[in-house]
Nanobody, 121 residues
């Protein structure tokens, strides 16, 4: 009912930048919070950043000052600008959102398929 498609991942050298995008599509009445999570090999999935529909943001301590999350509600899209990338940022990055398909439904949680970010030293 709601699909999330991420893009923008890739291979970058340490100190470089990438911008991830995640577009939500399908039967959408409204979108609540949107966020990014990541999972490195052998590690648990962890929160990177979230943004509410009011624009309030939250970041993991490890990315504060380097990453910026933003959203374009007209496009149902969330972005993650990643600067000063480090090898330890290497992971599969997942988009996450809460959305509802009608005014009478509660919000459900949706995940994208993930986009790989690899930072070389």
């Amino acid at each position: 009912q709601v699909q999330l498609v991420e893009s923008g991942g890739g291979l970058v050298q340490a100190g470089g930048s990438l911008r991830l995008s995640c577009a939500a599509s399908g039967r959408i009445f409204s979108i609540g919070f949107m966020g990014w999570y990541r999972q490195a090999p052998g590690k648990q999935r962890e929160l990177v950043a979230t943004i509410t529909n009011g624009g309030s943001t939250n970041y993991a301590n490890s990315v504060k000052g380097r990453f910026t999350i933003s959203r374009d509600d007209a496009k149902n899209t969330v972005y993650l600008q990643m600067n000063s990338l480090k090898p330890e940022d290497t992971a599969l990055y997942y988009c996450n959102t809460q959305a509802r398909i009608t005014a009478f439904r509660a919000y459900d949680t949706y995940w994208g398929q993930g986009t790989q970010v690899t930072v070389s030293s």
